[in-house]
């Protein structure tokens, strides 16, 4: 995702990316990269052992959780994005 991609992303709902930020602090989900693919993965936040898979693909940031999958909108995303500097907690 390019910043400004994100920016824009963000700009539409930025209450609702805010919250979903403090809710991925609240619940411990981290995301890692995968070394040989690239890819990052987020701990689940409420399923204990389950992980899903963030890709970047043509500029658009997509999570394999069933949030994200309903309105684009995912805790896991979130800290994709503060953690590639495009959102802060407050
Ligand atoms: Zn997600």
Redesign the pocket.
Known sequence: MTTEAAAELIEQQPERWLKALERAHKENVEIVQINVTGAWV?NSGTKPGMG?Q?ELRNGTLT???A??NWDGL????ARWMERHGLLASV
């Open positions: 987020a899903y963030l999570c394999s959780c949030a994200s995912c805790k896991h995303k």
